[in-house]
């Protein structure tokens, strides 16, 4: 199983850019779809994006298309989110998740299908 941990939040002007990188532990990073999700204060954890173990797939939050880019670097056991025209109400704790298994094209977005998740790390957009 393995192990994640994020980083590159902060906090940036609206209309800015942040790009987060989620580094994974274990041998078997290449196996895994991996996702973002973030949670906001008060507010439940939502699905923000995801990609197959294969990189044959993405899948986005309607509120995040256009803006967010997720890719992975196996190689280097990391998948990245890159983050533009950020608004405030992208600010929340990002949290990087990963499934093991699927189809080639494997990118749920329900929390529960995910069994392996990050710390956390916060991003403020400041209006």
């Known amino acids: 199983q393995v192990q994640l941990v994020e980083s590159g939040g902060g906090l940036v002007q609206a209309g800015g850019s942040l790009r987060l990188s989620c580094a994974a532990s274990g041998r078997t990073f290449s196996s895994y779809t991996m996702a973002w999700f973030r949670q906001a204060p008060g507010k439940e954890r939502e699905f923000v994006a995801a990609i197959a173990w294969s990189s044959s797939s993405t899948n986005y939050a309607d509120s995040v298309k256009g803006r967010f880019t997720i890719s992975r670097d196996n190689a280097k056991n990391t998948v990245y989110l890159e983050m533009d025209s950020l608004n405030p109400e992208d600010t929340a704790v990002y949290y990087c998740?990963?499934?093991?298994?699927?189809?080639?094209?494997?990118?749920?977005?329900?929390?529960?299908?995910?069994?392996?998740w990050g710390q956390g790390t916060q991003v403020t957009v400041s209006s």
């Open positions: 998740a990963a499934a093991r298994g699927g189809s080639p094209w494997y990118t749920p977005v329900e929390f529960k299908s995910y069994n392996t």
